[in-house]
Every structure is written in structure tokens, then in C-alpha cells.
């Protein structure tokens, strides 16, 4: 035991007044004589004993209750166990990730409690202490030690991030940072998922790590893990579908959990699903057709008490256009020209054989070869170069088609056709994945085409379409990339396949399948790039992100494609309209990553073997706000007993009382 002001002590020299007191009686006696003072003298002897006794009782009471009295005044104090480091330099990390948002076992949120436990660190050391704040953001602020005023303000400021950090990561900035000797602070709940795979990653050993872990309650928490449209092509307003995979990470089954889906701010359907202990369980939605231009989509449910990812945000996104390149044998117009010529979804461009700029070849989702009797060398070649580089093509002859050129780039034997005569098609077999969600009804008296053979490649049974003699009318050849092969030319005298209501869906599919960019449904805030297919971007002016905030990122443009470098502690979850100049050319959506939402933890113990379990690394008991607050101060400020004093002087001071008034 130690005293905080020893120099009180002096004062235990008052002891010795109540002593002088006792000791020396000043009143004066006069002495009588009596005749017979046997039975007297007796008398007197039993009562100066007992009246002895009590002095010496109420002498002691008031010794002690002046020394105590002296003793509070000195503070005593039980020595701390720990030192703060010679320089007197404090890092204090505080992971402020969503997750920690759950309660503990108080019910104050993590990060709540995380903040009062660093001003109780602040409030405990000397006033000439200087402090640096970390947070999963790694702002600016952190890069410099700040007084205990500036530290208290800073730590008003800290709010929820969707940043998380793993253990490499905390380790390094806090490295990078140093001056020497330092006392580190790691407040965390120590996630499993996104603390990292920790294989015993020893601590620096200049530096003293206190690891304050909060504790939650067993949590069963349930997300989104995924989402994705059954044909992520789909144009023109073909039917389609989302699919959503809920994942439940408790140890309990949920029953009947409740999505809604939301587009544009409507409500456009509800699902609900059980989902087993650490497992998974899918639903889908079906999706309006007609949906043009960006379209905001939000999944939601109620899950509690961990709720900060509750809401999931996906973007659909039907302004990029599928770029169709034709190859035709003469200017005039053709009938692709007219099922592709509906702007909003198609980018058209059709070109003469004789006027073709191979170039273009590269920048086409579908390259349609149209009439063509020949094939020359160079086109083949380029043709061939597009193909191998996983390119589509559609492959429509000529009345007259060479097949020696075509037989050059398809690669497999080409006959010419023994049957020219005009025949009805097959009904389409609905089961053949190409037809997937193209038709509403499944109709056994639709009315189908008719159509002839100027070219054939034997029987295939897999084909798209076919006569009722099982011969092909139009099959799929994949070849890295995808050969869909016709038998005629679109002209009346081969077909009515053109004028057919088969054409247009079909048509439509070949195109979607071609397509070479398929823009994410979102993205998560813990990706560092992006990547934006923008067509026509023109000028200098960098694009912006306008959300909740609007945001600059570094950015550049690489041929049609712009690629964006996220600033994590500057975007939030939901939704961001890409911006260049005045006008909207994208949309974004973003979530949180899944590991923030597994709710396993590292308890203290686990992350200090982690770390090495070195003699310069210890734990505090993070349970409750009332528990750290007295561990920090028993730790470094020692055990104070003034306040004992104060009670023993004032019982001492109640027994002299009792004794005087109550012992005869």
C-alpha cells in the first residue's frame, strides 16, 4: 500500500494531544479527612479501576478515528499493477464495422460500448497523455497523436462503418503509424470472418497490446447471400426471374421469414421460406416485363436483434445495348435490320460485304453473315479470329451458296440440299433450354413456319428448329464461341420464317446470348475497382457517383470501358447514379460483404495465442461498460482506500460516542 499525499502524514502528530489529555488531570483536588475511611477507600479503588478502563476505550476510539481521519485525507492506494510506457503514447483502435451493432449482454450496442471504454481509458492517465484514434476507415485524423480534448471530440464523431479490417491490415497501419514505444488499445468483437485467416501472426514487441473483446450473446443472424436473374440477357422485354439465396447463420431453424421485393419504390412480390440451422434456402421472384432504363430493386425482412443487414439492393439495368453488326450481300434493307431496329435495346449496323470494315467485327455482340453465297478468304479469317475470341455469329445463306467457302469456316461438312421444296416446321421442343422463359404459354397448336433447305449438316437432334422429317432448320454449333446456323436464305421464296411470330423472340435470343458484358446485379463495399461498360463517354470530365453523397473516385477509360477505384470509408450500401456531365449513364448498387454479417467470434484467449501469447500482450474484460471501467483503473491507476478511511474513522468516531454514553 502507498499513499498518493504522504506529506498528510505529518498530521499524525495530533495523536498526541488526545494522549496529553488523558494523561495529565489539571483540576486542582482538595483533600478531606474523615474519621474512618476503611469502607471509603474500597469504594474509591473499584470505581477509579473501571473508570481506568473506560478512558483508555475512549482514548483508543479517539486515536484511531483521527489517524484514519489523517489516513483519507493521505489516500492510500493499492500499487497498479501495470505502467504506462515511458513516452506516454496511446493508441486506441476501435472497430467500428456494422457489426458492431449487436448488443451485449447489457444490451448497450458494441459500439457504444466500445466508445465509453476509450473514455474511461482517456480519464484515467495524466492529463499530458497524448492519444491516436484508428478506426476501420483509416482517416486522416489517425495519422497524428492528439490531447485529451481533441481525442474526447473525435470520439463524438465515430459512427458505424461498412468498412471491415482484417488482423494484417490493423497490424500494419498500426505499425506504419509508430513513434517508439506505445501502448495499443484493440477494442473489437474479433469476427472469425473478417479478423482473416490468422495463423499466428506475432505482435511487435516494442509495443503493449491490451485486447478488450466485447462479447455478444449468441446471435442467430440471417442475410442475403446471393441474387441473380435467371437469363441475365434477357432483351426486349422477355419474360424473367430473381433468384435469391437467404443463408441462416444461428443455430436454430427459422420458420415462414418473410422477403418483400421491392422495384422502383413498389412492392412487386413477396416470398417465404424456411431455412434450416447453417444453411441456405432459395426463393425467386418473377419479374415485369416492360421494364426500361435503370431500375432500383430492394429485397427486405425483419430479423432481429442483428438487423444491419436486413436489406439487400440490386440495380437492373436495361440501357446497354446489344450491338449487332450485319453482313449482307446488297444495301437494301433486310429483315434482321428490322427486328433489330428497335434502338432501345439493339445497337444495329449493317454493311455491304463489299464496304465491311473488319474492325467492327471486334466490338459486336452478333455478327449476322446474311445471304452470302461466298465466303472469301480475308472474311473467313476475320470471321474466324471473332469466333475463336468467343464471339456469335448467325449464319443465313445464300440462294447460291458455295459450299466449299462455307464449309472453310464452319469446320464441318456442308452438303448442298437434296429437298428444295417448302415444308412446314416442327413444333419447338419447350424443353430445350433456348426456349426458357420465351413463351408465356406452352401451346401445342402454335402455328409454325414453313421453310426449305439450300444447305445441309446432317441430322441434329439438339437442333432449335427442325422439320418434321427431323432434318435441322436452325441449330447451334459451339465452337468457343457460338455458330447458330439457318438452312435458307430470309426470303419468300425459302421461308415465312420472317413473317412467322417465331421470329422475333428467337431473334431476340440469339442476340441476348451473343452478349459479351453482363453488368452486375450489385457489388459489395469491401471491392476495391469497378468496372463500366459506357459507350458514349465523351470529354475529360470524370464521372461521379450521387448516392446519399456524392462521390469522385479515381478513375480511367480504357477503350469503351471505365474503371472506377472505390473509396471505401466514402460509399455507403444502397443505390449510386453514375454521373458523367449532367446526365444519369449508370446505375450501382451496393452491399455490405458476407462476411460481416457471420457472427462467429475469436474469444479473447483465441486471438493472444494468435498473436503470439508474448508477455507484452493482455486482455480486459469487455463484458460491461461498469467492469471495464474498474479494470482500467485497478490495471493503472492502483486500488484507492480513502474511502475506507473515511468509514473506519467515522465507526471509531460512533464507538466513542457508544462508550461514552452507554458503559458506566
Known amino acids: 500500500m502507498s499513499f498518493l499525499y504522504p506529506t498528510f502524514l505529518w498530521a499524525l502528530t495530533a495523536l498526541s494531544i488526545p494522549v496529553i489529555i488523558h494523561l495529565f488531570n489539571f483540576r486542582k483536588t482538595t483533600r478531606i479527612y474523615f474519621s474512618n475511611t476503611r469502607f471509603l477507600k474500597q469504594v474509591k479503588e473499584a470505581t477509579t479501576a473501571k473508570r481506568r ?223 434450416p440451422p447453417g444453411g441456405v434456402s432459395e426463393t425467386g421472384f418473377d419479374l415485369t416485363t416492360g421494364l426500361n432504363g435503370f431500375n432500383k430493386g430492394q429485397i427486405s425482412f425483419n430479423d432481429f436483434p442483428v438487423s444491419f443487414d436486413n436489406e439487400f439492393f440490386f440495380a437492373l439495368n436495361f440501357t446497354h445495348k446489344i450491338k449487332v453488326v450485319e453482313v449482307k450481300s446488297a444495301a437494301q434493307a433486310t429483315p434482321i435490320e428490322k427486328v433489330f431496329g428497335n434502338k432501345q435495346v439493339f445497337d444495329f449496323q449493317g454493311y455491304p460485304v463489299n464496304n465491311f470494315n473488319y474492325s467492327h467485327l471486334t466490338e459486336a455482340d452478333l455478327v449476322v453473315v446474311n445471304g452470302l453465297n461466298a465466303l472469301d478468304a480475308s472474311f473467313t479469317l476475320a470471321l474466324r479470329s471473332y469466333l475463336n475470341n468467343f464471339g456469335t455469329v448467325l449464319i443465313i445463306p445464300g440462294d447460291k451458296p458455295d459450299l466449299i467457302s462455307y464449309q472453310a469456316f464452319l469446320q464441318l461438312p456442308v452438303t448442298g440440299a437434296t429437298e428444295t421444296k417448302s415444308s412446314p416446321l416442327d413444333r419447338p421442343d419447350f424443353n430445350n433450354p433456348f426456349f426458357e422463359n420465351v413463351f408465356e404459354e406452352k401451346s401445342l397448336s402454335l402455328a409454325m413456319p414453313t421453310g426449305s433447305q439450300t444447305i445441309s449438316w446432317g441430322a441434329d437432334r439438339s437442333a432449335i428448329l427442325k422439320f418434321k422429317s427431323d432434318q435441322p432448320f436452325l441449330s447451334i454449333i459451339n465452337q468457343k464461341g457460338k455458330i447458330y446456323l439457318m438452312s435458307c436464305p430470309l426470303e419468300k421464296e425459302f421461308t415465312d420464317f420472317h413473317n412467322n411470330a417465331l421470329f422475333v423472340p428467337v431473334m431476340y435470343r440469339i442476340a441476348a446470348s451473343g452478349k459479351k458484358e453482363d453488368a452486375p446485379l450489385y457489388y459489395t463495399l469491401n471491392q476495391n475497382f469497378i468496372e463500366l461498360q459506357i459507350d458514349s463517354l465523351a470529354g475529360e470530365e470524370p464521372v461521379r457517383l450521387v448516392g446519399d453523397q456524392e462521390v469522385v473516385p479515381s478513375q480511367r477509360k480504357v477503350g469503351g470501358k471505365l474503371f472506377l477505384d472505390l473509396p471505401k470509408f466514402s460509399i455507403n450500401k444502397g443505390f449510386y447514379n453514375v454521373v458523367a456531365h449532367r446526365d444519369t449513364v449508370g446505375l450501382l448498387a451496393f452491399n455490405i460483404g458476407k462476411k460481416e454479417s457471420l457472427m462467429d467470434q475469436y474469444t479473447g484467449a483465441e486471438v493472444k495465442k494468435l498473436m503470439g501469447d508474448k508477455e507484452n500482450i493482455s486482455l480486459f474484460d469487455g463484458s460491461s461498460t461498469d467492469t471495464f471501467s474498474n479494470e482500467i483503473k485497478a490495471r493503472y491507476l492502483g486500488k484507492p482506500l480513502w474511502k475506507y478511511a473515511i468509514v473506519l474513522a467515522l465507526f471509531f468516531l460512533l464507538a466513542e460516542i457508544l462508550l461514552i454514553r452507554f458503559l458506566k
Open 53 to 275: 478502563i473506560k478512558h483508555y476505550l475512549i482514548l483508543l476510539a479517539r486515536l484511531l478515528a483521527l489517524a484514519f481521519l489523517v489516513f483519507a485525507f493521505a489516500q492510500p492506494v493499492i500499487p497498479a499493477r501495470e505502467q504506462l510506457a515511458g513516452n506516454k503514447n496511446l493508441v486506441l483502435y476501435v472497430d467500428n464495422s456494422l457489426s458492431m451493432s449487436a448488443q451485449l449482454p447489457d444490451k448497450t450496442k458494441g459500439l457504444d460500448a466500445a466508445l465509453q471504454f476509450c473514455r474511461d481509458i482517456v480519464q484515467t492517465f495524466p492529463a499530458d497523455t497524448r492519444y491516436k484514434l484508428i478506426t476501420n476507415d483509416f482517416a486522416p485524423f489517425s495519422n497524428s497523436y492528439k490531447t485529451k480534448t481533441e481525442i474526447l471530440d473525435l470520439l463524438t464523431e465515430v459512427r458505424l462503418s461498412p468498412v471491415s479490417r482484417s488482423m494484417a491490415e490493423i497490424k500494419e497501419r498500426i505499425h506504419l503509424t509508430a513513434q517508439g514505444e506505445q501502448e495499443v488499445f484493440w477494442i473489437s468483437d474479433f469476427q472469425k470472418s473478417t479478423l482473416g485467416q490468422v495463423t499466428h501472426q506475432p505482435a511487435d514487441s516494442l509495443s503493449r497490446w491490451h485486447l478488450v473483446p466485447l462479447k455478444y450473446n449468441e446471435l442467430a443472424n440471417v442475410f442475403i447471400d446471393s441474387a441473380y436473374l435467371e437469363n441475365p440477357f434477357a432483351a426486349g422485354g422477355e419474360k424473367n426471374a430473381l433468384h435469391v439465396t437467404v443463408r441462416n447463420d444461428g443455430k436454430r431453424e427459422i420458420d415462414q421469414l418473410s422477403l418483400k421485393l421491392t422495384i422502383n419504390g413498389i412492392q412487386s412480390g413477396t416470398a417465404s421460406l424456411t431455412i
